[in-house]
């Protein structure tokens, strides 16, 4: 790529960070929308606030840590630390500007459809009473108080938890003193176990359902906390620490211990934001910066702080069913005749399947894996865990088999992001079970998704797997969208045993038959891929590639990308979210699109399709194309054999591509335009809810 030296400028690069802001300007997109259900609205903007908070802990908190170290460099798309750092904050305060003018709006759509987001001065006599009421027998009893003087250290202030700061001074004490010697200072933490909404009862026959936030009702009775003192000043701030976990693996002799005591460090990680309420006291605001140290992130809030509240007052508010989505229509997949009669072994024996979540009922997956459980001919259960639900059936059915004497080996991340805790206790419960529970490979995270469950039949053993771009996670597979393959296909099933010998034991690395593995040959099976379709391009063969997944960040990844569609492919991405290529700039890319959909499920699935000069080929995968999924992580990418698989797949893929609803197209300039074709409005994923719109073939 000696030619391409010249691209380190953001010509041709769009920078990832400023790429990801624009990405949750997409979904304040849906927040804004008058289209999109009020509740539904409410919901998207507590996820903007939730992906902010996440975005300055980990890509803010590094970009300062840059910083700190006197790094200049500049990255692929020519920003040093320093630039970026400017450009960042400034778009970052846009955004909570119009985070906020947003939360104003919907709260006045609210009024009109009577949910009253209230100020307790807000409320009649009657809820005023309730309100109290819920203080002194709910809130109260579990406040604490905490007081910094001399004696009183300044307590830890816990990362993304709401605080009260409390200006205070003795009664009838002296005005005309140093504030010093004038005022009392403490901190009051807003109990994060209780919902931050509380509803106020309402007369019988009133339409009305009010809610008033927690830390309004303690900011009113702050009072009964400080008794012999006066109240000056009460105002709400929140921090925001650096998450990220620095983990040496070759030196810890427990990686799980590691973790558990990383975790605790990182409750004291160094502040990246303070929130601050608007007309914050001086005197407190003067303390918080002394104390952490921050000046240039400062954010004055014109409002509640942490909007993260709104995701789950959508679900809260009852008997507003017009105010929603209508119910998720989704099946259970027809391959399976659901109920006693199932037999997944029996239908994967003559047949692969091709599931598409949320449409297809995750269900399937977990009926999969407890049939498995159950069956006294499965001998052993191999499978990867990334991140689960609290109450996880695939977790009981795992422990069920132990019990029973199969052999079960779970392979735990214990490393994903903000779900360590969660995991370490699945991993111990698994462990009392009988399961063999393994931590992955060092130095690397284990993103893959596989299930290998192995049993004896009439003609020997037969290994059935399943292979997804998503979490095996039965909640957030309501809400993301994902597909997986079922498959009895031999080879793929020697090469998932090959994959889970080769983490959890020592084996080289295999030479796999079907399968492509991260950090070993994914890559170049892409680079491959990619090239192929160039080479058929200059040759007159058919040629295209289509890709559908999360972010697009790899410079190599991209650069191949420009050589393909100066070589003519035509390329079209499906990309959520990151995406640091430039597409349609002229002798560059100017035969790449690239798209965003964000609508009422999370697209999360990860696609690849080459055409191949007319023997096309499409692949599920676990990965992006990031660096980190390339080289950092084990990922696991799957071609669809099955033909009529194939066609399902392909089907899927081009539904998103008719998307003229949702769908925003990346320009040249690295900004989101609404995609009009002027045809017919489509809107892939509630067209993708008839499955007779992507499925080719039915059981």
Same mark, same amino acid.
């Given at each position: 790529m000696d030619n391409h030296a010249h691209r380190g400028t953001s010509p041709y690069y769009i920078n990832r960070d400023l790429s990801w802001i624009e990405f949750n300007y997409r979904v304040l997109e849906e927040a804004q929308d008058p289209d999109t259900p009020l509740l539904e609205r409410a919901k998207f903007l507590g996820i903007v606030s939730r992906n902010l908070d996440e975005f300055m802990s980990v890509r803010v908190a590094g970009i300062r840590n840059q910083l700190k170290a006197g790094i200049t460099k500049k990255d692929f798309s020519g920003y040093t630390p320093q630039v970026l750092y400017k450009r960042l904050s400034k778009r970052i305060e846009k955004m909570v500007t119009a985070e906020y003018r947003t939360y104003r709006e919907l709260a006045r759509l609210m009024s009109k459809e009577h949910l009253m987001l209230s100020l307790y001065e807000d409320l009649n006599n009657s809820q005023q009473k309730s309100a109290d009421d819920y203080f002194h027998d709910v809130i109260f009893p579990i406040l604490t108080p905490m007081a910094v003087d001399l004696s009183r250290p300044f307590p830890l202030v816990h990362s993304q938890n709401v605080y009260l700061a409390a200006v205070l001074e003795r009664?009838?004490?002296?005005?005309?003193?140093?504030?010093?010697?004038?005022?009392?200072?403490?901190?009051?933490?807003?109990?994060?176990?209780?919902? +931050?909404?509380? $509803? !106020?009862?309402?007369?019988?026959?009133?339409?009305?359902?009010? =809610?008033? @936030?927690?830390?309004? &009702?303690?900011?009113?009775?702050?009072?009964?906390?400080?008794?012999?003192?006066?109240?000056?000043?009460?105002?709400?701030?929140?921090?925001?620490?650096?998450?990220?976990?620095?983990?040496?693996?070759?030196?810890?002799?427990?990686?799980?211990?590691?973790?558990?005591?990383?975790?605790?460090?990182?409750? +004291?990680?160094? $502040? !990246?934001?303070?929130?601050?309420?608007?007309?914050?006291?001086? =005197?407190? @605001?003067?303390?918080? &910066?002394?104390?952490?140290?921050?000046?240039?992130?400062?954010?004055?809030?014109?409002?509640?702080?942490d909007l993260g509240f709104m995701t789950s007052f959508g679900g809260a508010v009852q008997n507003r069913d017009a105010l929603r989505y209508p119910p998720a229509k989704s099946i259970y997949p027809p391959e399976f005749p659901e109920g006693e009669d199932t037999d997944f072994f029996a239908t994967l024996k003559e047949r692969d399947v091709l599931l598409h979540h949320p449409f297809e009922s995750f269900d399937a997956v977990s009926d999969f894996?407890?049939?498995?459980?159950?069956?006294?001919?499965?001998?052993?259960?191999?499978?990867?865990?990334?991140?689960?639900?609290?109450?996880?059936?695939?977790?009981?059915?795992?422990?069920?088999?132990?019990?029973?004497?199969?052999?079960?080996?779970?392979?735990?991340?214990?490393?994903?992001?903000?779900?360590?805790?969660?995991n370490i206790t699945w991993a111990r419960e698994l462990e009392k079970a009988g399961c063999h529970v393994v931590y992955g490979l060092v130095g690397l995270k284990t993103h893959a998704k596989a299930i290998l469950i192995v049993r004896r039949e009439e003609d020997g053993l037969r290994r059935y797997v399943h292979m997804g771009t998503g979490?095996?996670?039965?909640?957030?597979?309501?809400?993301?969208?994902?597909?997986?393959?079922m498959t009895s296909n031999p080879s793929i099933g020697e090469?998932?045993?090959?994959?889970?010998?080769?983490?959890?034991?020592?084996?080289?690395?295999?030479?796999?038959?079907?399968?492509?593995?991260?950090?070993?040959?994914?890559?170049?099976?892409?680079?491959?891929?990619?090239?192929?379709?160039?080479?058929?391009?200059?040759?007159?063969?058919?040629?295209?590639?289509?890709?559908?997944?999360?972010?697009?960040?790899?410079?190599?990844?991209?650069?191949?990308?420009?050589?393909?569609?100066?070589?003519?492919?035509?390329?079209?991405?499906?990309?959520?979210?990151?995406?640091?290529?430039?597409?349609?700039?002229?002798?560059?890319?100017?035969?790449?699109?690239?798209?965003?959909?964000?609508?009422?499920?999370?697209?999360?699935?990860?696609?690849?399709?080459?055409?191949?000069?007319?023997?096309s080929e499409i692949f599920l995968a676990s990965a992006d194309w990031m660096t980190r999924n390339l080289t950092r992580r084990v990922e696991l990418m799957c071609p669809i054999l099955d033909p009529a698989c194939k066609d399902t797949l392909l089907n899927i893929v081009k539904l998103y591509l008719k998307d003229n609803v949702k769908a925003r197209i990346l320009t040249s300039s690295g900004s989101y335009e609404p995609f009009e074709n002027g045809e017919e409005p489509f809107r892939s994923q509630f067209r993708a809810e008839d499955i007779r719109a992507w499925k080719s073939t039915l059981a």
């Open positions: 009664e009838n004490a002296t005005v005309d003193l140093p504030d010093d010697e004038r005022y009392y200072f403490a901190i009051v933490q807003v109990p994060s176990i209780l919902p +931050r909404l509380v $509803p !106020v009862a309402s007369r019988s026959h009133s339409k009305k359902q009010s =809610y008033v @936030l927690i830390d309004e &009702l303690i900011c009113h009775h702050i009072q009964t906390l400080f008794s012999g003192y006066k109240p000056v000043a009460v105002h709400a701030f929140r921090l925001t620490r650096d998450a990220d976990l620095e983990i040496n693996e070759e030196e810890a002799d427990d990686l799980l211990e590691e973790i558990e005591n990383k975790l605790r460090k990182r409750r +004291r990680g160094a $502040p !990246v934001r303070l929130e601050i309420q608007k007309d914050f006291h001086p =005197y407190a @605001l003067k303390l918080l &910066l002394e104390e952490f140290e921050i000046e240039d992130a400062v954010y004055e809030i014109d409002g509640p702080i894996v407890e049939q498995a459980a159950e069956d006294p001919n499965v001998m052993a259960i191999k499978m990867t865990l990334y991140r689960v639900s609290s109450k996880s059936p695939i977790i009981r059915s795992l422990a069920q088999a132990a019990e029973a004497g199969k052999q079960v080996t779970v392979v735990v991340e214990l490393k994903a992001r903000f779900d360590e805790e969660r979490n095996y996670n039965d909640i957030t597979a309501r809400l993301y969208t994902d597909v997986g393959l090469d998932a045993s090959e994959l889970f010998n080769h983490i959890t034991g020592y084996s080289r690395h295999p030479d796999w038959q079907k399968i492509s593995v991260a950090p070993d040959t994914m890559m170049g099976t892409f680079v491959t891929n990619i090239r192929r379709e160039a080479e058929h391009a200059k040759a007159g063969r058919p040629t295209h590639i289509i890709a559908k997944f999360n972010s697009l960040s790899n410079q190599q990844i991209i650069d191949e990308l420009y050589e393909a569609s100066q070589a003519g492919v035509k390329i079209d991405l499906i990309v959520r979210g990151v995406c640091c290529l430039r597409p349609g700039v002229q002798g560059l890319s100017e035969n790449i699109t690239v798209r965003s959909i964000v609508d009422r499920y999370l697209e999360h699935s990860r696609i690849f399709y080459f055409e191949n000069g007319g023997e």
